[in-house]
């Protein structure tokens, strides 16, 4: 298995965020995003990675891709928590800031998600 093939834990770990990041915040600030109905509190990654030292004796960790080459005794399983920094209440707060000719309707948005199916009078 090459080098050039396998990706780096921390270069893994910033594309799962980018993408995570990607669906909530709008590519410039007159751009319309959509209403977030759901926040991510943590992101759990199980990974297989193997732990190779290069030339100059630095320390590289590189996550497999499943069934990948590398021998059983080289593998390592890895998990790996991100959460948020800020709380839902702040950024519920900065979507008001932000938006607040929507938050109307966020609001409204947010209660028809959480509420869809129930059973209950007067939903």
Same mark, same amino acid.
């Given at each position: 298995m090459s080098n050039e093939n396998l990706i780096g834990l921390t270069e893994l770990i910033q594309k799962v965020k980018q993408e995570? +990041? =990607?669906a909530s915040i *709008? =590519?410039?600030p007159?751009?319309?995003s959509d209403? *977030? +109905?759901f926040s991510v509190d943590s992101v759990e990654l199980e990974l297989q990675v193997t732990v190779k030292k290069d030339v100059k004796g630095k320390v590289k960790v590189y996550v497999l891709e499943a069934g990948g080459g590398a021998? @059983?005794?080289d593998v390592q399983k890895v998990?790996?928590?991100l959460s948020p920094l800020l709380k839902k209440e702040q950024l519920l707060g900065i979507y008001k800031t932000f938006y607040p000719e @929507?938050?109307?309707e966020f609001l409204k948005t947010s209660v028809e998600g959480l509420t869809k199916g129930s059973e209950e009078p007067g939903f």
């Open positions: 995570l +990041l =990607a *709008p =590519a410039s007159n751009e319309e209403i *977030p +109905l021998s @059983r005794d998990k790996v928590t @929507r938050w109307q």
